[in-house]
């Protein structure tokens, strides 16, 4: 299930099951500057960000002697500092071909993910008594796509996490449609447009998939 949970969400992230390593995206999400959220690069198969945690997964690829290392070596203090490298080419191109070209940042790609995310997801999942797949699903995609389980989100919807006495099923469902309606009419345009991933939730919730049995469906790919 675990497998299923991430390729869901490789799907989210770049459009197929097993997930895009080379793939870049750049979106106005990063610190803000003077007053203005600046652009900032995101990078592999489930999207890390440059002023997040991209600086860690290429410290992780150089202690695992990648073959780029070394031309990694001459950014990686630079990653995460202003001005963005968005605007270095070279830098860009270096991350899509040791994508492309080296296992060893394939797997560290796979590794790194699953400590910084999946893993801390699960804690929190467990911790909180949650026992779903979909309820999992749902925490990971959180973990991953906002940093966590938002506090501000939790306390606009009254049901408690069943490790407080409230019922699973009614806390997911409710999280749910809060985080939807908050990415639905969120500032920034590009949140917006990310609305597909809870409305998968939803669709999944109406279907009672909370196994994740059944084949999900989202943004035109079959997950089975």
Known sequence: MKSKIIRIINVFETGTPDGEYDSIAVYKDGPVIKGEKIYQITYG?????????????????????????????????RIGKTPSLRHDP????????????????????????????????????????????????????SFIHSGGILDFLRKRFPERPPVNGGDEKKWISQYVQTRH??????????????????????EQIENNNWDLSQTVNTNGVAVP
């Open 45 to 77: 198969r489930s999207q890390t960000t440059e002023f997040g945690n991209l600086r860690r997964l290429i410290e992780l690829y150089i202690e695992r002697n990648g073959i780029y290392a070394d031309e990694f070596k001459t950014y990686v203090k």
């Open 90 to 141: 070279d830098f860009k191109e270096l991350l899509k071909r040791a994508a492309r070209h080296d296992d060893i940042m394939r797997t560290t790609q796979d590794e790194f993910f699953d400590i910084y995310y999946f893993q801390p997801a699960y804690i929190w999942f467990n911790g909180h008594e949650f026992e779903t797949s979909l309820s999992l699903l749902v925490i990971y995609d």
């Open 181 to 202: 309606d908050w990415l639905r009419t969120h500032r920034i345009k590009a949140l917006q447009k990310t609305i597909y991933r809870t409305r998968t939730f939803l």
